[in-house]
């Protein structure tokens, strides 16, 4: 592996989530287009959004007390911002530019950054009420999560389809996005499917953009037939721990509702539906989120073992204590001690011939993805022929998968009016 920071993007991305960086007040990010430090609904993001060279998309945490011992800095100097690593100049950081759609309003009179908020370059939407565990008489909350500190504050409680469709048009339009993707927590009745359906039929229908959903694991399983069917191209189960006894003390909520089991299951069922349509652009992909840095290392990287086994991708987070949270006071883990869990994350997905990496414009700031994580294994030169085909697949999915999201521009007027408005 490159270890000299300036070199490796990879490394440099891992090393900021661990360590964060300081704000030097030569910076004023918002005067100079950047994103503002919304704590976005993931429950794990609060930090800076920026682009680190090699085009890797990050939030830098910079809010939270350990970022004040991180030897990072981030200077305004001469028009751009600068990373500095103990007074050294790393690298000039782009900023991820704040969409103009966030000042404007749905027709219903809503802020559109209060309906959905960019990650990376996909749009995120949360369109239900609070998690439940965060609702109960004795809330029994995932103790790493923000969600029930942040409603009310940075997202609008309701929001209807016509909303977000709305905001997604004009975030295709104007962001260039291709993904949505939608999330909820936990509701009695596990209702979240419901929920979520109409959105989903909307956005699919209407726009033709790549859609993901991320919620528990729902009991019927066929339902997951219906969502393929429907259209979902990525089904996305947050177990978060691989370690039983640790997923008990982290997900006290999700443990006495579903239990781990049920969040495997889950995965499993929904990787054995296979890689979906990709001729016609409707790809099928399953999710196994983790958050690294909440558990042994080792475990993590069973964990990545077994979602890959399964056929399914791992998304792995890197653990940060929000302020507010259960866990504010916990440390973050260790680059050195992260370093093997995301070069098995790349490695076991290239031995198995994952499609990672295949989205057109899918760049995510709140995780290392596993394509990213190229320049954290010990053999970045392996697997050339699988390498050769997933550049050859990104390539051919791309242009036919604009192709079909300028006809529905064109099929649909909304896409004009909104044109014609700006
Ligand atoms: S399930 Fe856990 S992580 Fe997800 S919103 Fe609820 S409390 Fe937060």
Known sequence: MEHDLRKNPALLKLDLYCRGAQLDESCLIEDAGGRPLLRTRAGLGSGLEAILPGGLYTNIPVAEPFTQQSPYRVHHEEGAFVLRLDGDRICELQLSPRPQWYDAETSSGKQMSRVGTLQGTYLGIYPGKVCEYWTREVKDNCKFCSVGLNLGHDDADDKNVDEVLEVVRAARLQSGITYVDFNTGHYEGETYLDLLEPYVRAVKEQTGLLVGVQTPPHADLKRYDELKKMGVNRVSFCFEIFDQERFVEVCPGKHTQYGLDRYLEAIEYCASLGSGDIANFEPWVTNGEIIAGLEDPQSSIRAIDWITEKGAIPTVCIFRPLIG???????VPS????VPVFARLYDDCMRRGLPIGVAPNVHVSLVMLPEECVGLSEKPHAHKLNRVKLAGLKKVFAAGFLRRLRA?????????????AS
Do not use: G, H, I, W
């Not at 949270?325 to 440390?331: L, N």
């Not at 529905?408 to 014609?420: G, M, S, T, V």
């Open 408 to 420: 529905k521009e064109q099929k649909f007027p909304e896409y004009a009016r909104l044109r014609d």
């Open 335 to 338: 680059t050195e001690e992260m």
């Open 325 to 331: 949270t259960d866990y504010e006071e916990v440390a």
